[in-house]
């Protein structure tokens, strides 16, 4: 309305426009309060309507002006900042219009901007922005047409004084007001006055890049034209531009710059001072495209494509290889802008905080934090990283100007396309989005078949890719990563041929970056490689040859760096590959099964989980079996992709494969570690000779030579295993010669280590499950070390041998008799042996033969006994007493043979054994007397008493009892505890002396009769231990056994009295040391043989009783006995012997 009434003033006389002046100016003063809008409108009203009238031929008068402007500066000196703001602009649209005059104030003339210059000041920095944007463009309309430079530098210092500001809106109406100063406007004061128009930014559009349109519509001042306008104003601009604010360290004040620049670019380019310019306003808008600030970056790269239409040929030219330079980075460097300590260097928040909680953005943050942490060169890495940061905003920025300049520079960027679409690719890619959204962009203008250009220079992409893959800049390193990932999709064999190496090379060192962002970009580039490695290899999909030249390319590098890499991924996806390659693969990768089995077997150790070796270090701590461990390790292994991939190998193997095949696994066999690879390679040599059959047999001979000893010398029982398994395929195939050599080398192994022992046991296992039709012939050799390993010491081996023997042996008898001959040859080398365990196991052998065979073992009795006798005396050694074991049993069973092929010899045995008894060592004297005791009986010769017994009777006197009261009231939890050496001795002697008892002449005991009773009272004195007196109970019922025996058979008188005295004597004499037993003895078992040893002397003396009848004092003593008696058998025997007397005694009363 106010712009309409300016309008509608102009065709009234000057009389009645001058009363209208007077009437806004009264109601603006006037006494009425009125609304804020009804002001506004008087004050733009008084502004278009003055304006109009001073436009007039006849304008108005000079007091009519005066009070105008003396209305206007009122209210902008005492109005709020809003309506003050409002005076201002219509202050302007005069001021566009004529000079200002000086304003009378008391007979005095005054300038206006000294009168407003104090307020002006105070309305720029207030808070209103659009009392501030009125404000400052109404200052450059003042200055349109103002002569003075001191006014106008004074405005100038006014409108610089923004240069801070945050507000946009407020440095672009800035902007707008140096437009208006510098002259070349698009607009006219009729515009201003006579049209809608509102601000220069609002007319042109210049955002939107509607620039020509603009200049077009709106012809300039024609008094702008002139050179020597405002020359001293646009020097002034251009200092502070292009010294100050352009360049500044601070960035609101580039901003300012930037924003001030590209308006009088905008706005005053077509102007021959602007185009003077051009070279410099483009340097600045490339140096600004760099800024971190968004607006900033943005508005200069608007400025490269607003210079780019303003220039001439050579200036476009210039200006697109600039922009080239700055997207391919060969650009020429930036003017260095000088940093202070407030200097913003990254944004905020941007670096987090520094260790005291501080910010991280300004140059002195960043110094402070470097030298906190002791380190002052790190602020060079900082400014290094700042560089890097404005490199990549110059890109993004020259983006945003290029997308533009693209439009219309058409063939002159054909030259540029080599250099510029492999970069292009890879921005697209770039972390940040606004990156990728500008050169995104940028291709759309400049590609228009966009697969086409990426066909056309696939190698120059591949290579800037590539090449960038290694950058030191992670964001170049993530993009070409991303870049790669999506270009190899739908490759075929001779597009990628000369890059695919470098492709895995690159996506292995992403996947190993220091960057998360990378590495997940490297995953995903190995995914994408992968895939195309697999689809090129596989036979099915790709011609044969180059599936051939891919896996040629491909597999030695995943074996190399691939799976052998320190970083789990890699070595995971390698596998992964490996595998695929092997299924697709079939026969085209028979030329690298000796490089591929031989990394896939290392693979299953390298690649074991780490957790596994340290649970088997502490295996035992926890309880954990370690067989049971490495069983479970095995099998992990075996669930492997490794081990997948080792099963197809073995499926393309032929003949011509092995050549170069088994050699690698042999050095494997030498050099492998760790217990997976031990076992998989023994396990694939197993696998590989049963596929290849018969075709290994040239190779039999190394594999046996090498196999046998490391099943000797693996310490680990699952690796033995695995090793004799091979072993035992690989003698499938041997020839008659290697295969008796390897199983007599392997039957050698029994008399060697532990070690070697259970490698035996474990390769004949083998051998008999798997190649049983070779072992078949050589038994012979096998049995007898299967027979005497049976009696090792050590449990486990002779467990695994007595297993041997149970699962091969159908009949233990006919199989000893069958190699009869081969054992004793064996059992005798053992005996002869200087080794004490081999002396031991095969003395245990012949306990074995003896027990099984018999009398059958007569035979080859003599070659044994003579062995046994010759080793028995000298020194004694741990386990000798085995020797006496063995005599015994050879000696019960082939007694008969012995006497008859040498009469002396039992004597000469019994001389032998006897003196054995007289050693001291404990356990070897006891043993002797065990020997002694079965000597007498097998060979059971009367002559053997004389000769025995006195020797017996005093070692049994010798051997000094246990202290009284010790062991002869033993309880029941105590039967287990002989007592000491000496009672365990005496108990051995008296077994001889009942032996010697069985096998005597009656005359003969009869001479010692008063030796034995004084040997038994001895015996059951109450010292003894139990034990004792149990032996001595059976000694004296095999005695009473022998008395009646010789009664009943003698004929002669005189013998049979001597007989029966001796009898007498025994009852009288031991009956009561009997009852003492009974009566002290707490242990049932002693009850029961002393209950039936005094039934054997009742019963012996009630068949010769005396001829006189006879007191019986323990008559009394022995009932007592029965009733207190706990065990119901000896209760039983003891009621016996007592009726048995009772009767004796009453049929001795009723005689005469």
């Known amino acids: 309305m106010a712009r309409l009434l300016g309008i509608a003033s102009s065709a009234l006389p000057m009389v009645s426009s001058s009363e209208l002046i007077g009437e806004v100016i ?45 209305c206007l500066v009122d209210i902008i000196n005492k109005e709020t900042a809003a309506l003050a703001s409002v005076a201002m602009q219509a202050l302007g649209h005069i001021g ?238 930036k003017r260095a802008v000088k940093l202070v300590e407030d200097s913003e260097v990254f944004r905020e928040g941007a670096f987090g905080e520094s260790p005291s909680g501080g910010k991280l953005s300004t140059y002195k943050e960043l110094c402070n934090l470097a030298n906190e942490m002791g380190q002052p060169d790190l ?39 080599r250099a510029l679409i492999p970069r292009l690719v890879r921005y697209q890619y770039d972390p940040d989005k606004n990156v990728q959204d500008a050169m995104t962009h940028i291709w759309k203008s400049l590609i228009a078949d966009s697969k086409g250009a990426i066909d056309e220079h696939l190698d120059l992409i591949f290579e800037d890719l590539l090449t960038q893959s290694g950058s030191r800049l992670w964001r170049s390193r993530e993009a070409s990563c991303l870049a790669l990932a999506d270009i190899l999709q739908g490759r075929k064999f001779d597009q990628v041929e000369k890059h695919l190496k470098r492709i895995w090379i690159a996506a292995f060192r992403a996947m190993d970056d220091i960057k998360e962002t990378v590495r997940n970009a490297g995953d995903r580039l190995c995914r994408a490689v992968a895939s195309l490695t697999g689809r090129l290899c596989d036979v099915s999909l790709t011609p044969v040859p180059e599936a051939r030249q891919a896996m040629s390319i491909v597999l030695p590098l995943l074996l190399t760096e691939g799976i052998m890499n320190k970083v789990e991924n890699i070595r995971k996806a390698s596998i992964t590959m490996v595998t695929k390659l092997a299924k697709g693969a079939g026969i085209a990768i028979r030329p690298y099964l000796n490089d591929l089995v031989c990394c896939m077997l290392e693979s299953l150790s390298s690649l074991e989980d780490q957790g596994m070796n340290y649970v088997e270090l502490h295996a035992e701590k926890v309880g954990i079996q370690t067989e049971k461990l490495e069983n479970l390790r095995i099998s992990i292994a075996r669930g492997s992709p490794m081990w997948e991939t080792l099963e197809l190998c073995i499926d393309v193997v032929d003949s011509p494969s092995l050549e170069l095949l088994v050699p690698r696994l042999a050095q494997l066999v030498r050099s492998g570690i760790g217990l997976n690879t031990r076992v998989g390679v023994a396990n694939f040599i197993s696998l590989l000779v049963q596929k290849v059959g018969v075709d290994i047999k040239p190779f039999t001979g190394t594999l046996l030579k090498l196999l046998l000893p490391v099943v000797k010398d693996e310490r680990s029982a699952s690796s033995k295993r695995a090793f004799a398994n091979a072993c035992a395929m690989v003698l499938k195939y041997a020839a008659p010669s290697q295969a008796q050599k390897l199983i007599e080398d392997t039957a050698n192994l029994h008399s060697g280590d532990r070690n070697d022992q259970i490698a035996c046991a474990i390769l004949l296992k083998s051998y008999a499950s798997t190649a049983a039709d070779t ?44 190699y009869l001959g081969e054992i004793v040859t064996l059992i005798n080398e053992g005996i002869t042996s200087s080794s004490w365990a081999s002396k031991k196991k095969a003395s245990q052998a012949i306990c074995k033969l003896s027990e099984v065979l018999g009398e059958s073992l007569s035979s080859h009795h003599n070659v044994l006994l003579t062995s046994l006798m010759k080793e028995l005396p000298g020194r004694l050694w741990e386990g000798k007493e085995e020797l006496l074991n063995a005599l015994s ?106 032996a010697c008892i069985h096998v005597a002449s009656i005359r003969d005991i009869l001479e010692q009769q008063r030796n034995f009773i004084d040997l038994y009272l001895f015996s059951l004195s109450p010292s003894f231990p139990w034990t004792v007196k149990i032996s001595a109970f059976s000694s004296i019922k095999e005695l009473c056994s022998k008395l009646h025996s010789s009664i009943n058979n003698l004929q002669d008188s005189s013998p049979r009295t001597s007989i029966t005295a001796f009898v007498h004597e025994l009852f009288y004499t031991l009956t009561p040391e009997l009852l003492k037993c009974l009566r002290t003895v707490k242990i049932g078992q002693v009850h029961i043989a002393a209950a039936e040893c005094l039934l054997s002397l009742t019963n012996q003396y009630t068949a010769s009783p005396p001829a006189q009848g006879t007191d019986l004092p323990f008559m009394t003593e022995l009932v007592d006995l029965c009733e207190v008696e706990k065990s119901e058998q000896a209760k039983s025997l003891l009621k016996k012997s007592f009726d048995i007397l009772h009767r004796l005694k009453e049929d001795t009363e009723l005689k005469p």
């Open 775 to 818: 072992l078949n012939g050589y038994h012979a050799v096998i049995v007898p070390v299967i027979f005497v390993s049976r009696f090792e010491d050590d449990k486990i081996i002779s467990g695994l041998y007595q297993e041997l023997w149970e699962d091969n042996m159908s009949s233990e008898r006919v199989t000893l008799q069958l």
């Open 379 to 417: 602020i060079y890495k900082f400014m290094d990283l700042a560089n890097y940061q404005a490199s990549l905003n110059s890109k993004r920025g020259a983006a945003f100007g290029f997308s533009k300049i693209a439009k219309h520079a058409g063939d002159a960027l054909k030259p540029y396309l």
């Open 889 to 994: 049993a050879l000696c019960t069973s082939c007694h008969e043979k012995i006497s008859a092929l040498n009469p002396d010899a039992p004597s000469a045995i019994l001389s032998l054994v006897s003196s054995a008894c007289t050693k001291k060592a404990q356990k070897y004297r006891e043993a002797a007397f065990c020997c002694l005791e079965q000597v007498i009986k097998a060979f059971n010769n009367p002559e053997f008493f004389n000769m025995v017994f006195p020797s017996l009777l005093e070692m049994g006197k010798s051997l000094a009892p246990t202290k009284s009261g010790q062991i002869s009231l033993a309880s029941d939890d105590k039967a287990d505890e002989p007592g000491s050496s000496q009672a365990a001795l005496h108990e051995k002697v008296l077994s001889c002396v009942t």
């Open 96 to 333: 566009i219009c004529i000079p200002l005059p000086p304003l009378h104030l008391d007979s005095a003339a005054v300038s206006i901007w000294t009168i407003l210059h104090e307020k002006l000041s105070k309305l720029l920095s207030g808070d209103d922005i659009k009392s501030v944007q009125r404000t400052v463009i109404a200052m450059g309309h003042l200055g349109v047409k103002e002569p003075s430079s001191s006014h106008l530098n004074g405005a100038l210092d006014l409108i610089f004084s923004l240069c801070r500001s945050k507000v946009e809106d407020i440095l672009f109406a800035a902007g707008e007001a140096l437009s208006f100063l510098w002259g070349g406007v698009p607009v006219t004061t009729d515009v201003i006055l006579k049209t809608n128009y509102s601000s220069l930014s609002m007319s042109s559009n210049f955002l939107m890049g509607d620039i020509s349109s603009s200049q077009r519509m709106f012809p300039s001042m024609e008094f702008q034209r002139d050179e020597n306008y405002h020359v001293t104003v646009r020097d002034a601009i251009t200092r502070k531009l292009f010294d100050v604010l352009l360049y500044s360290n601070r960035k609101e004040e580039r901003c300012a710059g930037t924003v001030w620049l590209l308006s009088l670019t905008i706005y005053c380019g077509r102007h021959a001072s602007i185009q003077q310019l051009l070279p410099d306003i483009q340097e600045a808008f490339s140096h600004l495209v760099g800024e971190q600030n968004e607006l900033t970056q943005e508005l200069a790269s608007q400025g490269l494509s607003i210079v780019y239409e303003l220039g001439d040929d050579a200036m476009k030219k210039n200006l697109v290889n600039a922009l080239v330079g700055t997207l391919t980075g060969s650009g020429k460097r």
């Open 26 to 70: 009264s109601s603006i003063g006037g006494t009425q309060n009125l609304r804020f809008e009804a002001q506004q409108g008087l004050l733009c009203a008084l502004g278009y309507v003055t304006a109009n009238c001073v436009l007039r031929t006849d304008p108005i008068s000079e007091s009519v002006l005066q009070s105008v402007l003396k």
